[in-house]
């Protein structure tokens, strides 16, 4: 239970940071601590495969991806003082979006504790292993599995068609 | 006392009204690509509570193809973030309303 409010609490804390963050590098920083808090919660579900692609799938290649961008556009600073003039003169979208987060817990909140607390016990002893998953994968889930295949290369290439440089000169020849 | 599924749903709800709040209240393009990798990750949390709720690996397969999705998500995102930064110098999505009617 100590582990759990302690993973518990390290992502909250952390997802809040990124969004208050000033500079994108910090809050991409910071998205990696929370995935590896969540990571840590994935272990106490007894779900150690999801655990570990978490770690090298998301803080590994997702996270460095976005790193990388943040150093190529090389834009750290976000509130201008124009920026920060139009929230003051016409402060509608930013609240309205804070109203809104907050109504979306209170709803959520509101649903999760009418079930009553103590109904969602886990049963014991539900240790899913890797070659249990393998199995699934590749037998009852081996279609949208070559699907997701076909997905990632199509969203490699539309990557490269939508951030390749234009070159004018290379028509030509 | 264990953490009940209900304690592991309320995390999760808590971490995905994270994300919409980012969504909604920054104005910076790659941030706002963050916070949806937060919503992300906290119905991944879900699917997995869920499966070790019921006993069953479901809920793990569930959350493969979700971060397949999200790495496709990201490489798409992050090229159009370019492209558009190469056109006006700027990550706020306020200065992109071409297509605004």
């Known amino acids: 239970m100590t582990l759990f409010y302690l993973f518990g609490a390290i992502a909250v804390v952390a997802s809040l940071l990124v969004i208050a963050q ?143 440089r234009e070159s004018r000169r290379s028509d030509g020849t | 006392m264990m953490p009940t599924l209900n304690d592991y749903l309320l995390l999760s709800a808590v971490l995905f009204t994270i994300g919409t709040a980012g969504v909604f209240v920054r104005r910076n393009l790659i941030t706002i690509l963050l916070s949806i990798e937060i919503m992300l990750n906290a119905v991944n949390l879900t699917f997995v509570a869920f499966g070790r709720s019921f006993g069953t690996a479901d809920g793990q397969i569930i959350v493969f193809f979700v971060m397949t999705v999200a790495a496709a998500e990201a490489a798409v995102g992050l090229a159009i973030v370019i492209a558009l930064f190469r056109h006006r110098e700027s990550l706020n999505p306020d200065s992109f309303t071409s297509l605004k009617w």
């Open chain 1, 22 to 164: 000033r500079n994108p590098m910090y809050s991409v920083l910071l998205l990696i601590l929370s995935f590896g808090a969540l990571s840590g919660l994935y272990v106490l579900l007894e779900a150690p495969f999801v655990a570990v692609i978490q770690i090298i799938v998301y803080a590994g290649a997702i996270m460095v991806l976005f790193l990388f961008v943040v150093m190529l556009l090389n834009e750290p600073k976000e509130d201008t003082e124009e920026a920060r003039l139009r929230l003051v003169v016409a402060p509608g979208a930013a609240q309205m979006g804070a109203i809104l987060a907050v109504a979306l817990i209170g709803e959520l909140g509101w649903a999760l504790t009418r079930t009553g607390g103590q109904s969602g016990a886990f049963p014991a002893g539900a240790v899913t292993s890797e070659a249990a998953i393998g199995r699934l994968l590749f037998n009852d889930y081996s279609f949208p599995f070559e699907v997701t295949s076909i997905l990632i290369l199509v969203a490699m290439v539309g990557a490269v068609v939508l951030a390749r």
